[in-house]
C-alpha cells in the first residue's frame, strides 16, 4: 500500500486535520480494498470520538513494518475498557450515547493480522488516543 499523493490537510469541522508520510516507502503486499477499510475504520473512529483539537495521521517505518498511526485529541478510553475495544459488540461507556456496533475495530484487527499485522492503542481519558497500525512492508533485495 502507497499513499500516493503528497501529504494534504482533511478538512473536518472543529478539527485540525493532517497527513503525514515519508518519501520512499518500499509499501506492503496485501489486498488494497481491506487495508483501505482497516485504515478508514481508524479516521472514522477518530472522527466521531474528536469533538476538538486534531485528528492526525501519519505513516512511517518501524523496522520491517510500516506503521500507520491515527492520533487524534478526542474523549479518549478509559482503562477498563481498553483491553476489551478489540472484541465484537463491544462499545466503552462514553461511547454508547453515539450511534454504533461495536463491530469496527474488531474488523480492523482481523484485516491486520491477516496481513500478518498487529495494532497498538495508548489513550489517556479527556487527552486523546494514539492507534497504529503495523503491517509488514514488502521485502526489498538489496543487490
Ligand atoms: N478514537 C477513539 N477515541 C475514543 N474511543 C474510541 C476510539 N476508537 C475506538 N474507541 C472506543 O472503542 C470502542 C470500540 O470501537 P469500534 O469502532 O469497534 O465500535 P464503535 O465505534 O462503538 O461502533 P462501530 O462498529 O459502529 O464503529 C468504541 O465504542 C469506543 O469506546
Ligand atoms: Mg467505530
Given at each position: 500500500m502507497h499513499f500516493h499523493r503528497p501529504p494534504v490537510p482533511v478538512r473536518a469541522a472543529g478539527r485540525d486535520s493532517a497527513c503525514e508520510q515519508p518519501a520512499g516507502l518500499p509499501g506492503c503486499l496485501g489486498d488494497p480494498t481491506r487495508l483501505q477499510e482497516l485504515v478508514y475504520i481508524f479516521l472514522e473512529n477518530a472522527r466521531q470520538y474528536t469533538e476538538k483539537g486534531f485528528i492526525k495521521l501519519s505513516l512511517y517505518k518501524r523496522g520491517s513494518f510500516a506503521a500507520i498511526e491515527i492520533a487524534d485529541s478526542g474523549i479518549g478510553i478509559d482503562a477498563h475498557d481498553l483491553p476489551r475495544?478489540?472484541?465484537?459488540f463491544y462499545r466503552g461507556d462514553k461511547a454508547?450515547?453515539?450511534?454504533?456496533?461495536?463491530?469496527g475495530l474488531s474488523i480492523a484487527e482481523t484485516i491486520a493480522k491477516k496481513h500478518g499485522g498487529r495494532i497498538e492503542v495508548e489513550s489517556k481519558p479527556g487527552e486523546g488516543t494514539i492507534f497504529t497500525i503495523f503491517i509488514p512492508l514488502k521485502e526489498v533485495h538489496h543487490g
Open positions: 475495544i478489540f472484541e465484537r454508547r450515547v453515539r450511534d454504533g456496533t461495536g463491530l
